[in-house]
């Protein structure tokens, strides 16, 4: 996120909200969310897409992220809002993926 390239490819994609997930949720994640959160992205990560070495850091690091503006969400509830309802067409085809 820190790359000029990379901010002008996510300016070129017109959204405002990123979902992410990774390892190291202490240092990766966490430093990948703050910058996204500076450049005025709404952030969500999924809690359990995300890592730590040691649940300390994991917790904390969710806590640091949440109390500076990130949502926090699991990928399950995520996919399930993106397809809105199950009138989607593709609800099926998702649900058996998620089961």
Known sequence: METEEFHKEMQRHKGKTV???GVEAHICVEQTV????NR???V???ADCIASRS?????YSVKRIERAGGIVDTY????YKMLGSSKNPLFKEISKIVK
């Open 40 to 42: 005025d992205f709404n």
């Open 55 to 59: 649940v300390m850091d994991y917790d």
């Open 19 to 21: 979902i992410v997930m």
């Open 34 to 37: 703050f910058s996204l959160l």
């Open 76 to 79: 399950e509830s995520v996919v």
């Open 44 to 46: 969500i990560i999924l």
